[in-house]
């Protein structure tokens, strides 16, 4: 089964604070992707990445930034935390040239 | 991306069949039915997809009728595990060697009921 995990399941940082968000897949899988999802607002996307150390901006890019030195890993960095930035963060993956995304557990993030 | 419609939620008694229908009518011919679901607080999770054949995995079926025009997702024999909203998307099956963000309606909430 492939398998994506996400570094903390809840994480409470402050205004202003730089914040990772640590994400790893086992099946060697050429994408991963950066979501955010909010109610009544649905899946964004943020960042996907299609190889090491290659990354496209998504739809709602700003306040992001990310980073993939290794295949199997792709983090959201947050340069300057806000609130409005509190969120449910979701990793996927998928094989290259493929429309079958599998997603993390989710990162549900306050900033206060 | 082609528009789906999908009702806003459905109920179905523990161990019945649990069918959620999707509209895809203005679907290409290259474009595949997906199904995915998201339970409470996790992340979604990937169930099944088709072209224009009927598919049968593990979790599901998906039904797709002739014309393509919609598509049914049949759970055989639903647990109260299965409560959570479905998404029906459609979408190309192969980008090109790239990729492409997911983008998902607002789905159906199944709720099965003891």
């Known amino acids: 089964d492939v398998k994506v995990t996400q570094s903390s399941r809840y994480l409470v940082k402050r205004t202003g604070e730089k914040v990772f968000l640590e994400c790893v897949q086992d099946?060697?899988?050429?994408?991963m992707f950066w979501y955010r999802q909010d109610p009544g607002l649905g899946l964004r996307l943020i960042y996907f990445?299609?190889?090491?150390?290659?990354?496209e901006k998504g739809d709602i890019p700003e306040g992001y930034s990310v980073s993939r030195e290794k295949k199997e890993r792709f983090s959201l960095i947050l340069e300057s935390a806000s609130t409005n930035q509190t969120s449910m963060y979701l990793c996927?993956?998928?094989?290259?040239?493929?429309?079958?995304?599998?997603f993390g557990a989710g990162t549900r993030l306050s900033v206060l | 991306d082609a528009k789906t419609t999908q009702p806003t939620s459905m109920d179905c008694a523990e161990g019945r069949a649990a069918n959620l229908p999707c509209n895809h009518s203005?679907?290409?011919?290259?474009?595949?039915v997906y199904w995915y679901r998201q339970i409470h607080s996790q992340g979604p999770q990937y169930i099944i997809h088709?072209?224009?054949n009927n598919e049968t995995n593990e979790m599901a079926s998906l039904i797709i009728t002739e014309d393509r025009k919609s598509s049914t997702l049949i759970l055989p024999h639903a647990t109260l595990r299965d409560t959570a909203v479905y998404y029906c998307?459609?979408?190309?099956?192969?980008?090109?060697?790239?990729?492409?963000?997911?983008?998902f309606g607002k789905g159906t909430h199944l709720i099965i009921q003891p």
């Open positions: 099946m060697d899988h050429e994408n």
């Open positions: 088709g072209l224009k």
């Open positions: 203005t679907i290409s011919g290259n474009e595949y």
């Open positions: 990445s299609y190889d090491v150390k290659m990354k």
């Open positions: 998307i459609v979408r190309v099956g192969s980008t090109g060697g790239g990729a492409d963000g997911l983008t």
């Open positions: 996927a993956s998928s094989l290259g040239g493929k429309n079958i995304q599998y």
